[in-house]
C-alpha cells in the first residue's frame, strides 16, 4: 500500500568533459540553516543519488573529483516529493564555476510525477486564508472544489469530484484525516470548527492526485501530504494576532452596482499565536514551538419582526413559555433572542531534530489540538429555537510523529516513520436533559429541550503508523521495498432519541 512523504531527492550524473564519467566523485548537500550535510559518491556508471533529504533550503551542493575543480551551487531549493535532477560536467584544473545552468522539461521529471500542487513556504505566508485551515491552501489545485454538497458533503474539499471522505491527510508521515468520517472538513476536530495544524507550523504542503510513484497511495480523491518546520541555528520566530469582525465583513448585494451593502450582525474571531525555532546544540540539535489561541463567536439572533407565526406578540408568548418550564417543571430552556455559537482553541506543536551524524538524522513532533465549541441552530422567520436546543462540542487530537532518514552509503537508504493520532470528541448536551418539544404556530414553530442527537454521542479515536522505505541504488535504477501500515481503534457510543421528542399539531 503506498502512503506519504516527506522528503525530497536529488539525482544525476557527473562526467568530464568529453562526456566521461566520473566515478568515485563526491556529491555533497548542506543544508545551510541548520549546518546538516547530505554526502554521497557517484557509482561506476557516474550516477549519485540523495535521498531523504529535508524539504526547504537553501541548500549548498558541491561537487568534487580529484584533479577537477570543484563545482558549487548555491541557494537550491526542494519541493515536497521532488527529485530534483542535477547533471555535472567537472572542468580539469580549469578555473572553478561561477553556476550551473540545468534545464529540465515533461511530465514526469522528478520534480512532477504526475497531476500534483506544492503550496511552498511563502505561499503559506502570502496567500489570504478565513479560517487557517487547510482548505484555503488545497484550493490552489484546480481539481479542487469546496462546498460541493454532492462530493463534500457541505463544507469540505474533494478532488475530481470524489468526495472528500475518500481524502488522505499525512502530516509528518502520520495520519491525520478524520478516519471515522463524520467532520465534512475531512479533519480532525471540524466537527467543531477547529484546523488539525497551524499555517505557522507548516513549511510545505503536497496535494498528489494520481501520482506515478509507489510510495504515494492509499486514496481515491486527494493526497494531501505536510511538513513541519523545523528549528535552524538561527533563532527566529514571530508573534501574530488575527481579528474579523461586523465592521470588517458584509453582504455585497449584485443586483445593481450602487446598492447599499448590508452589514453582518456583530460576530467575533480572533486568533493569538506565537512561533520559535532555533539551535539546542549548533549543527546538531535544534527545536522548533508553536502556539495558537482561537476564540470566535458566531450571533444567531433571532429577529421578531421576520417571524411567520401567528402569534402577535412572539417575544412574549416566548417569554411566557419559559417561565411554564420553569415553574412547572424546573427546567431553564435558556434564553431564544440570540444564542451565539461560540468556539474556544487551543494549538501546541513542538518539534525536535537531531542530526545524530552525516547518516543519520531523526525527528520528533508532537501536536495537541483542543476545542470546545458551543453550536446553536440558526433561527429564522419560521423557526424558534432556546439555547438549550443546542450543543457542545468538546474535541482533543493527539499527534505524535518519529521519522529516522538513514542513508547509509551510495547505494542504500532508509526513511522510517511511526506515528501514533488519538482523537476523543465528546458530545453533549446544553443544560439538563429534557424531552424536546416542537409547538407549531401556523406557519412557523417553536422548539424547546434537549438536542435528540447529543445525549450519548461520544467518538475515540486511535492510529498508529508505521511506515518505512528501504531504498536500493542500482545503476539508472531505484529499487524501493516499503510497507505502510495504519492500525485503528475506534470506539463509537450514539444513541438517538436517548430523551424523546413531542411534537404538537392543532
Same mark, same amino acid.
Given at each position: ?144 472544489? %469546496? ?41 480532525? &476536530? &471540524?466537527?467543531?470548527?477547529? /484546523? ?41 520566530? /514571530? ?40 539551535? %539546542? ?29 401567528? /402569534? ?143 445525549? /450519548? ?50
Amino acid at each position: 500500500m503506498g502512503q506519504g512523504t516527506t522528503s525530497a531527492r536529488i539525482t544525476g550524473y557527473v562526467t568530464d568533459e568529453a562526456g566521461e564519467v566520473l566515478p568515485g566523485a563526491t556529491i555533497q548537500a548542506t543544508h545551510t540553516p541548520t549546518g546538516f550535510k547530505y554526502a554521497t559518491v557517484s557509482n561506476i556508471e557516474g550516477l549519485f543519488t540523495l535521498n531523504n533529504v529535508n524539504v526547504g533550503g537553501p541548500y549548498t551542493i558541491v561537487v568534487s573529483y580529484t584533479g577537477f575543480t570543484n563545482i558549487t551551487m548555491n541557494d537550491v531549493f526542494l519541493n515536497l516529493g521532488q527529485t530534483l535532477s542535477l547533471d555535472f560536467v567537472l572542468k580539469e584544473n580549469i578555473t572553478e564555476l561561477e553556476g550551473v545552468t540545468i534545464t529540465a522539461g515533461g511530465l514526469f521529471d522528478g520534480n512532477k510525477t504526475g497531476a500534483e500542487t506544492k503550496v511552498t513556504l511563502e505561499d503559506l505566508q502570502t496567500i489570504p486564508t478565513s479560517d487557517r485551515g487547510f482548505s484555503d491552501y488545497l484550493r490552489l489545485t484546480p481539481q479542487a472544489n %469546496i462546498g460541493n454538497a454532492g462530493a463534500t458533503n457541505s463544507g469540505g474539499i474533494s478532488f475530481a469530484g470524489i468526495n472528500n471522505r475518500f481524502n488522505a491527510i499525512f502530516i509528518d508521515g502520520a495520519v491525520n484525516n478524520d478516519v471515522f468520517g463524520l467532520a465534512n472538513s475531512g479533519t480532525n &476536530g &471540524g466537527q467543531a470548527g477547529i /484546523s488539525p495544524i497551524s499555517p505557522d507550523a507548516l513549511e510545505q504542503i503536497q496535494v498528489v492526485l494520481a501520482p506515478y510513484d509507489v510510495t504515494l497511495g492509499g486514496f481515491a480523491g486527494g493526497g494531501i501530504n505536510a511538513v513541519t518546520r523545523s528549528g535552524t541555528n538561527t533563532f527566529e520566530g /514571530s508573534a501574530y494576532f488575527f481579528t474579523r469582525n461586523e465592521n470588517l465583513s458584509g453582504k455585497t448585494p449584485t443586483d445593481h452596482p450602487d446598492a447599499e451593502r448590508t452589514k453582518l450582525a456583530p460576530f467575533s474571531s480572533k486568533t493569538y499565536g506565537l512561533r520559535l525555532g532555533g539551535p %539546542i546544540v549548533k549543527d546538531k540539535l535544534f527545536f522548533f514551538f508553536n502556539a495558537e489561541v482561537q476564540r470566535d463567536e458566531n450571533p444567531r439572533p433571532f429577529v421578531a419582526n421576520d417571524y411567520n407565526g401567528n /402569534s402577535t406578540d412572539i417575544v412574549g408568548d416566548l417569554e411566557a413559555i419559559r417561565n411554564k418550564l420553569i415553574n412547572t417543571y424546573d427546567y431553564d430552556p435558556g434564553g431564544y433572542l440570540d444564542n451565539p455559537q461560540t468556539t474556544n482553541g487551543e494549538k501546541v506543536l513542538i518539534k525536535l531534530d537531531w542530526n545524530i551524524n552525516e547518516k543519520h538524522k531523526l525527528s520528533a513532533r508532537h501536536s495537541y489540538v483542543n476545542a470546545d465549541t458551543e453550536i446553536h441552530p440558526t433561527p429564522n422567520s419560521n423557526t424558534v429555537y432556546y439555547g438549550n436546543a443546542g450543543y457542545v462540542f468538546p474535541t482533543t487530537t493527539n499527534s505524535t510523529a518519529i521519522e529516522l532518514k538513514s542513508n547509509f552509503s551510495n547505494k542504500i537508504s532508509n526513511n522510517l516513520i511511526l506515528g501514533r493520532t488519538k482523537v476523543v470528541d465528546d458530545r453533549d448536551i446544553l443544560g439538563d436533559p429534557f424531552p424536546q418539544v416542537i409547538i407549531p404556530d401556523g406557519n412557523a414553530q417553536i422548539v424547546v429541550g434537549t438536542d435528540n442527537f447529543s445525549y /450519548s454521542n461520544i467518538v475515540d479515536q486511535e492510529i498508529y503508523t508505521l511506515t518505512n522505505n528501504l531504498n536500493i541504488y542500482k545503476g539508472k535504477h531505484t529499487i524501493t521495498i516499503g510497507t505502510h501500515n495504519e492500525l485503528f481503534s475506534i470506539k463509537n457510543l450514539f444513541t438517538i432519541f436517548s430523551t424523546p421528542q413531542y411534537e404538537y399539531f392543532f
